[in-house]
């Protein structure tokens, strides 16, 4: 059992990290409601669920509840028994919600998804796509441009695998210029194995987008989304060539282009 106060501290001494990850239930108590906390057009059930999500407590952005109970009121304190399903949210929505912590309130974390609907590791590439426009719809008008441009670049900083950067760390290693780096990833389709060095200049160009949860859109989606695609570049380059570099997004598929476009400034 977890017990809570209403502001979403733990009254008990279970660290929140532990809280919610590997339990198939939890009994939660929370107390010192104010009056009329339970009573915004919601069940009690409901209303304390989406208390403990504005909290942080529910691990939301990983696992679904399968449903609420109502356990019991005792004054101002309500007991809720949360079941939760052995679906879970998309790694990459869980990653998003990871980088934008460091800019936002949990409830405002938890509004982007609001009309989003719900989607899991399960659904098709297509209902991925749909819900990441609508949250990105949600983003846009909610964030200001430069958080939305450094939360999205931290996901692609995050994105890219410890392996990659080793293989491209041996090529830089083999290569006597930076056109024989640039030739050297090329061959090792590092960076999309279009890389064009001129003036200084590293140009990046994907033939498809490669983003297993927006490839597939109907719609187009506004340039936030590829912020994602340049801090997986910034993190690549400032890796490999071991100083600061600027990325600059040309043109991309999910926004109506025929391939994906990217300026590298050394």
Known sequence: MLRLNWAGQSTDSVPEGKLFRNLPRCLVV????PPGAWTRGESVAESAVGRLR???YTDYHRRHSAGVELVGCLGNSVRVLIRWSDEKVPWSIGRFVDCLKPFAKQDQISGLMEG???ITSSSSPLQRAQFAKCLMDNFERQFPEDVRAKALENCGRACIGASTIAKARGVKRNARSLAEL???LNKQHIGGGRLRLENNRIHVEYGRCYCGMVSKTK?????TYCNCSRGYLLEL???VLEKPVTVDLVESVIQGAKSCK?????
Do not use: N, P, W, Y
């Open 30 to 33: 929370v107390d010192a409601c």
């Open 54 to 56: 504005d909290c942080g």
């Open 116 to 118: 989003c609907g719900r």
């Open 182 to 184: 640039v030739v050297g």
């Open 219 to 223: 719609e187009r989606f506004s340039s």
């Open 237 to 239: 380059f400032e890796q």
């Open 262 to 266: 990217f300026t590298i400034h050394l």
